[in-house]
């Protein structure tokens, strides 16, 4: 190991149960974090830090005002410029940790793109707030035998659990169907900043045993925890189910269905459109949208604002249609102001 390494990875060096051989495999992993939301920041943070040698971050939306509250890499000049949260966390996290690959990917997770971002990782880490997403995960991840951690945070509680393919139960072993539940999300019931943090650290730390292959000591528990009661239960997570459509009968439908639907952001008030995906010249877009309504560019995205609307268009021609719930509506701004 590089002395340069060695004295900044010391302290965890020092942690019998990881030792010097496990910093090394750190330092030789790569890990995958989908969602660079408050889980999201908090895992890359965290991973970044404990010197895992490749991290590559997905997000697909920007920042806001409203994430400052949890989500840890993000400060108030990343929401003025609206600057889409992988590359500000990836510009954040590379003064931070020189010495690691850091790879930012403004993208929507999809069964199209899913191969080139998740393949080869080492460990898969859930920062997503959807089951569509994580369902998606799970089985490219079963699939092609990847460990992935789930993790969930919402309001005053958080859920935990880990899923090594073939060994432990899969996340449709244990949620056929999304939850009832699956729409309650921070968006709608709010969270507390210190769930998402204490969620992640528990996901990281899962993560961390993965790659330093100490696969012996990952926990065999489904973990739900409540802040605000202070209760943590944990039930044993059972084997792989034979019945199950993922991992035991292994139809991966989520993989085939190659969705480009527009997506409500769950209470948002958004439309995600991603319909016609090409290149766009954002410059420009912008220079042609000038004469109609207020816009800023920057190299990552395009703010146009046409109150009570505003789109937000990313390079690889997917929009954001904020101030609508209305799929058929944003579909029909897309049209009139981006093109098809
Ligand atoms: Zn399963």
Same mark, same amino acid.
């Given at each position: ?6 004295? !900044? ?141 789930? *993790? ?66 990952? @926990?065999?528990?489904?973990? @739900?925890?409540?802040?605000? @009661? ?37 209470? !948002? ?47 690889? *021609? ?23």
């Amino acid at each position: 190991m590089r002395s340069r390494d060695r004295q !900044r990875y010391s302290r965890q060096i020092l942690v019998r149960a990881l030792g010097e051989e496990g910093q090394q495999r750190l330092l030789d992993s790569s890990a995958v974090i989908a969602g660079c939301g408050g889980l999201g920041t908090f895992l890359a943070d965290a991973l970044c830090r404990a010197g895992v040698g490749r991290l590559v971050l997905i997000d697909r939306d920007y920042v806001e005002f409203s994430n400052l509250q949890r989500q840890c890499l993000y400060r108030e000049s990343d929401a003025e410029e609206g600057l889409p949260k992988a590359v500000a966390a990836a510009r954040r996290l590379a003064e931070v940790n020189s010495d690691i690959q850091i790879q930012a990917e403004v993208a929507d997770l999809t069964a199209d793109n899913i191969g080139r971002l998740l393949g080869g990782a080492g460990v898969v880490l859930d920062g997503t707030d959807n089951f569509e997403t994580r369902y998606l995960m799970n089985d490219f991840c079963v699939k092609n035998g990847i460990p992935w951690v789930y *993790g969930g945070a919402v309001a005053t509680y958080g859920t935990v659990m880990t899923v090594l393919p073939g060994e432990t139960a899969c996340l449709k072993c244990v949620y056929p169907a999304a939850p009832s539940n699956g729409n309650v999300t921070c968006e709608t019931v709010g969270v507390l900043n210190t769930v998402p943090a204490v969620v992640a650290a528990l996901q990281a730390s899962e993560a961390i045993k993965i790659l330093a292959g100490k696969r012996e000591a990952v @926990s065999r528990r489904i973990t @739900s925890l409540d802040v605000w @009661s202070g209760l943590v239960r944990q039930i044993k997570q059972p084997g792989p189910d034979p019945e199950c459509a993922a991992c035991g009968r292994r139809e991966f439908v989520h993989l085939d269905a190659a969705r480009r639907a527009p997506v409500t952001l769950c209470g !948002r008030n958004a439309v995600q459109i991603h319909e016609a995906p090409r290149q766009v010249n954002l410059e420009e877009t912008a220079r042609r949208l000038q004469p109609l309504g207020q816009v800023r560019v920057n190299p990552y995205v395009l703010r146009f604002s046409i109150p009570p609307y505003e789109i937000t268009l990313f390079p690889d *021609g997917r929009a954001i249609i904020k101030g609508t719930m209305d799929t058929g509506l944003a579909r029909s701004l897309y049209a009139r102001y981006i093109g098809m």
